[in-house]
């Protein structure tokens, strides 16, 4: 087995001081893992997409860390959207993390006509459009079990991926799985596809059971009988259920490891210790000197 493993993390914006300090925490921890980047996440609405750019700049300025943010299009004008990757590019920023993002409008409801008539309706569209501003390194979502909202199946999440490697994607970032085959099926549809880019499996470490259920219901994400029945009985006992926690992600990363993979992406959701535990077991050693950025 090769001891070349690499990670990379994604935190979210805080929201208020309580989740800013966890946030800096969780950078103080995991910072000396010298990751290959760090992405920060981006959600709808004008205050949200505020906030990741606040955030990214603070980790820009006070880190050595690579920083990534999420860029979403579904809802966004494309002078908006080009607006931000510019200002993003012109301040250092050379990863984006391309994704359609989510509707704003309950999906139960019917799309107006003509809604997409001035918006960018795929994230393959804003690949192109990255690509058009500027030389950037762009990183692109992927859905073993096919997209939650789209209803698509997986040869279709495919094609898809396929499309945005064509406009210029550099790297396939999956949501989170707990059946490691299902990573493993989907890799070998790519390659049967030729498709070459790497496919960096999306790691989510277990904090809570319903937080977990919760998730994976939203994600489309399958929770096998098998984990389930791991934290069975353990919905008052915290302690037991962090340490079934860690033997749950050791051992998926043991499995992919066993099967080729190097790069892991981790959603930290802003809390350091599994991850932490993770990277112990892929061998990754905190690095001696600081990642703090010298004035």
Same mark, same amino acid.
């Given at each position: 087995?090769?001891?070349?493993?690499?990670?990379?993390?994604?935190?979210?914006?805080?929201?208020?001081?309580?989740?800013?300090?966890?946030?800096?925490t969780?950078?103080?921890?995991?910072?000396?893992?010298?990751?290959?980047?760090v992405s920060?996440?981006?959600?709808?609405?004008?205050?949200?997409r505020?906030?990741?750019?606040?955030?990214?700049?603070?980790?820009?300025?006070?880190?050595?860390?690579?920083?990534?943010?999420h860029?979403?299009?579904?809802?966004?004008?494309? !002078?908006?959207?080009? @607006?931000?990757?510019? +200002?993003?590019?012109?301040?250092? /920023?050379?990863? %984006?993390?391309? =994704?359609? *993002?989510?509707?704003?409008?309950?999906?139960?409801?019917?799309?107006?006509?003509?809604?997409?008539?001035?918006?960018?309706?795929?994230?393959?569209?804003?690949?192109?459009?990255?690509?058009?501003?500027?030389?950037?390194?762009?990183?692109v979502?992927?859905?073993?079990?096919?997209?939650?909202?789209?209803?698509?199946?997986?040869?279709?999440?495919?094609?898809?991926?396929?499309?945005?490697?064509?406009?210029?994607?550099?790297?396939?970032?999956?949501?989170?799985?707990?059946?490691?085959?299902?990573?493993?099926?989907?890799?070998?549809?790519?390659? !049967?596809?030729?498709? @070459?880019?790497?496919? +960096?499996?999306?790691?989510?470490? /277990?904090?809570g %059971?319903?937080? =977990?259920? *919760?998730?994976?219901?939203r994600?489309?994400?399958?929770?096998?009988?098998?984990?389930?029945?791991?934290f069975?009985?353990?919905?008052?006992?915290?302690?037991?259920?962090?340490?079934?926690?860690?033997?749950?992600?050791?051992?998926?990363?043991?499995?992919?490891?066993?099967?080729?993979?190097?790069?892991?992406?981790?959603?930290?959701?802003?809390?350091?210790?599994?991850?932490?535990?993770?990277?112990?077991?892929?061998?990754?050693?905190?690095?001696?000197?600081?990642?703090?950025?010298?004035?």
């Amino acid at each position: 087995m090769s001891t070349s493993a690499s990670v990379s993390f994604e935190f979210f914006p805080p929201t208020d001081a309580a989740s800013a300090r966890a946030l800096d925490t969780a950078i103080e921890q995991l910072s000396p893992l010298c990751p290959t980047f760090v992405s920060v996440t981006c959600g709808a609405g004008g205050s949200v997409r505020s906030r990741t750019r606040d955030c990214v700049w603070r980790l820009q300025n006070s880190t050595n860390l690579t920083v990534a943010p999420h860029l979403t299009c579904i809802d966004s004008a494309p !002078a908006e959207i080009e @607006s931000t990757a510019k +200002v993003y590019w012109e301040h250092g /920023i050379r990863h %984006i993390v391309a =994704l359609r *993002g989510d509707l704003s409008q309950p999906p139960h409801l019917p799309t107006p006509v003509g809604r997409f008539g001035d918006r960018y309706e795929y994230a393959s569209e804003l690949v192109q459009a990255l690509n058009r501003l500027g030389d950037f390194e762009i990183s692109v979502a992927a859905y073993p079990e096919g997209h939650p909202e789209s209803g698509l199946s997986v040869d279709a999440d495919v094609q898809n991926l396929a499309r945005k490697i064509d406009a210029g994607a550099k790297r396939a970032i999956t949501q989170f799985f707990f059946d490691t085959d299902v990573f493993l099926r989907y890799r070998d549809r790519l390659a !049967a596809r030729r498709v @070459s880019i790497p496919l +960096v499996p999306g790691i989510l470490p /277990i904090l809570g %059971i319903s937080q =977990l259920f *919760g998730f994976a219901q939203r994600c489309g994400a399958t929770v096998p009988p098998w984990l389930r029945q791991c934290f069975d009985g353990l919905e008052s006992d915290p302690v037991a259920r962090r340490v079934v926690a860690a033997e749950v992600l050791i051992g998926q990363l043991q499995r992919l490891r066993a099967y080729g993979v190097e790069a892991f992406h981790f959603y930290t959701l802003n809390r350091a210790e599994l991850t932490l535990a993770a990277c112990q077991a892929l061998d990754i050693q905190p690095a001696t000197k600081s990642t703090d950025k010298v004035a």
